[in-house]
């Protein structure tokens, strides 16, 4: 890597020549459905670096979007998969056997959350579990209800997009979704949709929603499957609910036999301190769905049910790569490389420090209106000012291109938060000079407004 100081390295203004060169290629010929925060091209990665097309080097503080949480290419896992690649690349796992689908489901059920006797659902994305944890719901409960958050992101698949809602472009045009989705307000405790300024009074109130309103005035409760939710939402802005929340939730759930249905596709396999999110709060869900970081970067998608939950029948769910045995091995190489090493305890203690230092910057900011989150799953929301919150969309923007360019690649969440998600192993001077970057950029923005 030559000489550590020197990063990160920025030797032509990005987006340089030879990037320009690709992005009008991609104007092209390239979906322009796309997200695309800003025209980072990429040509390689290795750890917590990513170096772009025209040798820029650049920290990496998104894990490419919370996937590589053991950092990229990691030797360990990269062995793995090309040891699997050697023997076995796909063979329908929906319709045959394999070991490594097996020995991945093994340690999934040993990892999940709750002590119930757990079995795995196998697809290759976020959406494909959330898709199988929403019809396993449906066929399990035969109830057809489904309760979800606004703010929520479950993915962009028809089902899953139905119980998505942080922003309208995700649905636009796109209706009719699913039916008998009902959207319920999150605790934001930042911006409690229910006006109050503490945390567990909204969070409470939250709860007394769902069950006074909702299931007491148009849902039947016995007619309800799931209620589907992010242990702490991301796309919506890295949105950590108030301590009693789940608790409260899952006694709800109870009540009525509703099941709870826990997304920790971008929150889990390690990335706030512990294997799944869920576990910050001591509640059992009944299913939990894991995708991104649990393949490190090689397709993957998992639905965990409690084993009396997944009794759907044979022929009921399925798909062709769903499992495949690369991806597997890739997501026990994975799983070992975080336990080895000991990376669960190292993202709570650097996630704690981090947040300390950002809260500090928020004491002398005019803009940093909260500084939130557990482990390396940290938002920083950006404000017009402290006392109306109005949320500071283009300076957010500003602070999220100019990292970029010095160097940091850095993306937003919601409508103004700075998400920090860097990888769980990520070398403590990358990580505090990416913050002083991060930090200078903010005081920039502010200087002037
Ligand atoms: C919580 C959550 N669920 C589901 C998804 C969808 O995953 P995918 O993009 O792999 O379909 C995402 C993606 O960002 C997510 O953050």
């Known amino acids: ?130 898709e199988a944890a929403l019809k396993l719901s449906r066929w399990h409960t035969r109830r057809q209800y489904i309760i979800a958050f606004i703010g929520a992101f479950h993915g962009r ?18 209706s009719p979704l699913l039916p008998s989705i009902i959207h319920v307000p999150y605790p934001y405790a930042y911006r409690c949709p229910f006006g109050t300024k503490d945390p567990e009074e909204c969070a409470q109130r939250t709860i007394e929603f769902i069950e006074e309103w909702v299931l007491s005035k148009y849902t039947p409760p016995e007619e309800v499957a799931a209620i589907f939710f992010e242990p702490i939402q991301g796309e919506g802005g890295y949105i950590v609910p108030p301590d009693n929340f789940f608790l409260e939730l899952r006694k709800l759930a109870d009540r009525y036999g509703i099941l709870l249905v826990d997304d920790e596709v971008q929150a889990g396999m390690g990335r706030t301190g512990k294997w799944w999110a869920i576990e910050h709060w001591g509640v059992e869900p009944d299913i939990v769905t894991s995708a991104k970081a649990l393949g ?14 997944m009794d759907w029948e044979g022929g009921s769910h399925a798909s062709t790569f769903g499992g495949n045995p690369v991806s597997c091995a890739a997501g026990l190489a994975s799983i070992s490389v975080i336990e080895e ?50 949320p500071a969309e283009k300076e957010a923007r500003e602070v999220m291109i100019r990292t970029w360019r010095s160097g940091v690649a850095v993306i937003t969440a919601g409508k103004s938060v700075i998400r920090i998600a860097p990888p769980l192993n990520i070398p403590e001077e990358y990580l505090n000079r990416a913050l002083s970057i991060l930090e200078e950029k903010v005081r920039e923005v502010e200087s002037e407004l």
């Open 341 to 390: 090493e000991k990376l669960l305890d190292r993202a709570s203690r650097l996630g704690n420090e981090v947040i300390k230092r950002l809260k500090e910057l928020q004491e002398r900011s005019r803009i940093v209106g909260d500084v939130r989150g557990k482990g390396f799953m940290i938002g920083v929301e950006l404000v017009k000012d402290k006392a109306t919150k109005k």
């Open 296 to 309: 490190s970067g090689f397709p993957i998608g998992a639905a965990i049910a409690k084993d009396e939950v």
């Open 1 to 130: 890597m030559g000489d550590r100081t020197e990063i990160p390295k920025i030797i032509v203004t990005p987006p340089g020549p030879k990037a320009k060169e690709i992005l009008e290629r991609d104007k092209e010929v390239i979906s322009p459905s796309y997200v695309r925060f800003y025209p980072l091209v990429v040509d390689r990665a290795e750890g917590s670096l990513v170096h772009d097309v025209d040798g820029n080097i650049y920290i990496d503080l998104n894990s490419g979007l919370a996937v590589m949480n053991v950092g990229h290419k990691h030797p360990k896992v990269m062995e793995a998969a090309k040891r699997q690649m050697e023997k076995l690349v796909h063979y329908s796992n929906t319709d045959f056997f394999y070991e490594p689908s097996v020995k991945l489901a093994e340690k999934l059920v040993e990892i999940a959350p709750g002590s119930s006797k757990r079995r795995v659902y196998f697809g290759n994305s976020g959406a494909e579990a959330v």
């Open 157 to 174: 698949t028809y089902g899953a997009v139905s119980l998505t809602a942080s922003k309208p472009v995700q649905r636009r045009y796109f």
